[in-house]
């Protein structure tokens, strides 16, 4: 971490009560030559994974579905989202966090993921960085039947569907998840399913 346009980084901590959120101040050199102090309040929860999980034999993708409340608490009708797969690093690498996600959330045990991107996911107020993966699914690598982990009262949906029904919903406004709208249109322009 060192850029020459900032200086006196200092951080206060306003809430660990499950996250972490910081007040940032910092002076920054602006174009003109101008030191300015600026102020943001950064969230950090860690990095994050997700995965588009197909499969070409059945041209099928399987997503999840859950209650995802800021969502709620902002335009989401009832709350619940279609997504693909994701959790956070915890202290995995990413392969590991997807991997593990994918049998904890859907129930398949994968051997072999492909990374695609890595992205912040919103880069105004989260330090997250998210991990984009794809891999395809047998009917042979099915563990379980997913739904989260009890633990922490995750109750997820898994939805196996065609890919052109999740591409219908990408078009016609169903799917509003960024992670998984990203992973859709990686599929189709690399005719993942073909
Ligand atoms: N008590 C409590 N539990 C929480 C809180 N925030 C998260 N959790 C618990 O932590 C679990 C995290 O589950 P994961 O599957 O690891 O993460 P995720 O919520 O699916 O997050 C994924 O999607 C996010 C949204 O796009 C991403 O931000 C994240 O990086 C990751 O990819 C949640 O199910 C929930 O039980 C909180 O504020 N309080
Ligand atoms: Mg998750």
């Not at 306003?14 to 940032?24: A, F, T, W």
């Not at 950064?42 to 409340?69: C, E, H, P, S, W």
């Not at 995995?92 to 993921?113: F, H, M, Q, S, W």
Request: charged residues 30%.
């Amino acid at each position: 971490m060192s850029n020459k346009h900032i200086k006196n980084i200092k951080k206060t901590l306003l809430s660990d009560n499950y996250y972490i959120l910081n007040k940032v101040t910092f002076d920054y050199l602006m174009k003109s030559g101008e030191w300015v102090n600026q102020m943001r309040e950064v969230y950090d929860r860690g990095d994050g994974a997700g995965i588009l999980l197909y499969n070409t034999k059945k041209k099928t993708v399987i997503l999840t579905k859950q209650f995802r409340m800021p969502t709620f608490l902002n335009d989401n009708k009832d709350g619940f989202l279609v997504e693909v797969a994701a959790g956070m690093l915890d202290k995995d690498n990413p392969e590991a966090c997807i991997i593990r996600e994918t049998e904890e959330e859907v129930g398949y045990r994968l051997k072999e993921v492909k990374k695609i991107y890595e992205a912040y996911s919103s880069p105004g107020v989260m330090t997250e960085k998210m991990h984009f993966f794809v891999g395809e699914y047998t009917d042979d690598m099915k563990v379980s039947d997913g739904g989260g982990l009890d633990s922490e009262a995750e109750d997820i949906d898994v939805l196996e569907i065609p890919f052109d029904k999740a591409v219908d919903m990408l078009h016609n406004g169903k799917i509003v998840d960024t992670r998984t709208i990203v992973l859709l249109q990686y599929a189709i322009i690399h005719k993942l399913l073909e």
